[in-house]
């Protein structure tokens, strides 16, 4: 079992940048691929990043070139990274947890979540 925890969400304007993060508990952080979901209202949740527990990094198309994924082994957290934060990526974002070394796009992959952090971008 693992248990994750997001923080880092928040109210931010067109233009600027968030780092969330998600604390894991449980079961060795190492061993799991972490990913980064967001669900804005009225919609399905999406694949934003990920990142595989050999350190590769995937990202959805709106994500390249703005988001970063990290991840922090000792200290069991995930981070992701997000510049120039537009209107459309208001959303809640979730931290997933996944026992595969693949970036998987689709959430059915992963065993593990969090509650979701919170985030407004104003124009």
């Known amino acids: 079992q693992v248990q994750l925890v997001e923080s880092g969400g928040g109210l931010v304007q067109a233009g600027g940048s968030l780092r969330l993060s998600c604390a894991a508990s449980g079961r060795a952080f190492s061993s799991y691929t972490m990913a980064w979901f967001r669900q804005a209202p009225g919609t399905e949740r999406e694949f934003t990043a990920a990142?595989?527990?050999?350190?590769?990094?995937y990202y959805t198309h709106y994500a390249k070139g703005r988001f970063t994924i990290t991840r922090d082994n000792a200290e069991n957290t995930a981070y992701l990274q997000m510049n120039s934060l537009e209107v459309e990526d208001t959303a809640i974002y979730y931290c997933a947890a996944a026992e595969t070394d693949y970036g998987s796009s689709a959430s059915s992959d992963y065993e593990y979540w969090g509650r979701g952090t919170q985030i407004t971008v104003s124009s």
């Open positions: 990142i595989s527990r050999s350190g590769t990094a």
